[in-house]
């Protein structure tokens, strides 16, 4: 299958900074991105639809100035928390909808854990 | 949008045992995935499955769209299956792309 990989996997940062996590597309071209949000023993809530070129869409109840989306090429989307606070840690993961797959499965990167003192 | 609704929310097995595992959905789907989250979090794509039947090794899934389900079975299961195991689905294109996720199945199994 398609391979997505996520950087970094780990990240501890003070309250207030903000922290840049990326998600690449490695074997194909990935048209839309997705990023999910995951707090613990909880599923995966959708946070924002990325597509190459274009504004991020946010679902509802998503600070779009909080988490900064940017999908400036096709195997590369980032997300920045920005000014983050401790209810911000959770574990972030991207995935991708290859471009002009007719099979409409999704891949999902590593994801990567953020924790906010 | 769609819903999707998993059970049993909790199952524990003794090594060796057979599961089936249901994902109930609300809306005809063109998308549906299982997948087994491991311990360190990393979502395994275990099936892409919108409708028919499937098989891979020990696991198999088989989707009966006109019914807005889908079974994921998991034979002769190893300690090594533990965990949680999300099934997701979408409608469409457009705004309904995105993949919508049920809670999860968490699976223990016991030596």
């Known amino acids: 299958g398609a391979v997505v990989s996520q950087h970094p996997s780990w990240v501890i940062c003070k309250s207030g900074t903000s922290v840049k996590i990326e998600c690449r597309s490695l074997?194909?071209?990935?048209?839309?991105m997705f990023w999910y949000r995951q707090f613990p023993k909880q599923s995966l809530m959708l946070m924002a639809t990325s597509n190459e070129g274009s504004k991020a869409t946010y679902e509802q109840g998503v600070e779009k100035d909080k988490f900064l989306i940017n999908h400036a090429s096709l195997t590369l989307s980032t997300l920045t928390v920005t000014s983050a606070h401790p209810e911000d840690s959770s574990f972030y993961i991207c995935s991708a909808s290859a471009r002009g797959a007719g099979t409409g499965e999704l891949f999902f990167g590593e994801g990567s854990r953020l924790t906010v003192l | 949008g769609i819903q999707v609704e998993q059970s049993p929310p909790d199952l524990i097995l003794q090594e060796g045992a057979n599961s089936t595992l249901r994902c109930n959905f609300s809306d005809s789907v063109n998308n549906l995935q299982w997948f087994h989250q491991n311990p360190w979090g990393q979502l395994i794509n275990l099936f892409y499955?919108?409708?028919g039947t499937k098989q891979n090794g020990r696991l198999s899934a088989t989707t009966v769209a006109t019914e807005r389900y889908s079974l994921l079975y998991i034979s002769s299961s190893q300690t090594t299956d533990s965990g949680v195991y999300f099934c997701a689905a979408r409608m469409g294109g457009g705004s309904n792309y995105k993949l919508t996720f049920g809670k999860g199945t968490l699976l223990t199994v016991n030596p």
């Open positions: 499955i919108p409708s």
């Open positions: 074997d194909f071209q990935a048209t839309t």
